[in-house]
């Protein structure tokens, strides 16, 4: 045997065990993988750390990553089960209690303590909170449920989200004040946008209580202090969308249509959900302003255009411009089209608390 052809058969007799071991050990290595925002970067490896404001990643190579929790946008579990996969389409259906159905079928096929488990103690708290929102006889159940979560997981990334919902829904309850509670853990949060939801929830309930103009000055200062601010986009758009409401209740509907036009403008299609949200609050503005074909425009650009764009991601949207539309198109004269948008409501959203109105 030549020496070249020694060489080349002592390489393939060396390297070939090792690539098998090395991929052997990925398999048996745990690969979570955190999606970060704002960029294309992902972090993989196992999750090996974990609080309520950093996860810590290691890699089968390599020194740990640490990753902070505002920085997250979704993490994909390595032992995530399989039954969930169908479970956001049930929530996003509002089809709650075949949700938890899955989620319970996956908790028992997890491990206890681990982090794919605690993910889906939160979901499972979550679509409580959900089912809550969207019908007030859930309430007291979603908070129990909420509370539970909260109590066992403050060293979860999800602590915060879940620490915000609870905070909606208590100031939503027949007893807001016991919202109270939960300020001096908001404002001691290690995110600004945590923080920042304790002065949001408080201009709400004034709002909620008919004390439109402290709720207007409330709201202005929350709409300078998150002017700008990337991470706080989400408190900024939601400090908006009250502002709109306070002047609405306020009899001001012209200046909250120039509020929303402003709006508009600043955004592009690439978020159909927000744009979605505008043209609703738009709609109704119009409507009180008594312009009916004005509004119908408004939230037919919600159904023929938006709804398709934003898929399921947020199908309450869509049922509420189709609920306006089945009351309005008699009105311009056309009641087969309002008959057609009840219609569709009807059988795309039919657990949709807007389905619900129809009657009523």
Known sequence: MSRSSYSSRYLLLTVFPLTVFLTSLQTLWAVDII?????????????????????????????????????????????????????????????FADAREQYQAALDQSKAGSFIRQEIEFLIARSFALEGMEDPSKLEAAISAMETFLATHRNFYRYDEALVMQAKLLSQSAQPERVEALFPLLISSPFKASQLQADLIKAETLIRQQQYQPALTALDQLLTATNGNAELADVHRSALASKIVALAKLERPQQALELLTQALASLDDSQPDVLARLYVQKGEMQELSGNVDDAILSYLMVDLVLASQMGKKDSTLHAQALYHLSRLWPLAGHPERGTQA??????????????KKLGG
């Open 35 to 95: 999606n970060r925002k704002g960029t294309e970067r992902r972090v993989s490896g196992e999750i090996t750390e974990m609080t309520r404001a950093e996860v810590t990643v290691t890699p089968l190579v390599g020194a740990a990553v640490i990753v902070p929790v505002s920085d997250i946008s979704s993490i994909e579990f390595d032992s995530k089960p399989k039954e969930l996969n169908v479970t956001e389409g049930l929530i996003i259906n509002n089809q």
């Open 342 to 355: 009840a219609s569709t409501l009807q059988s795309t959203y039919p657990s949709s608390s807007w389905t």
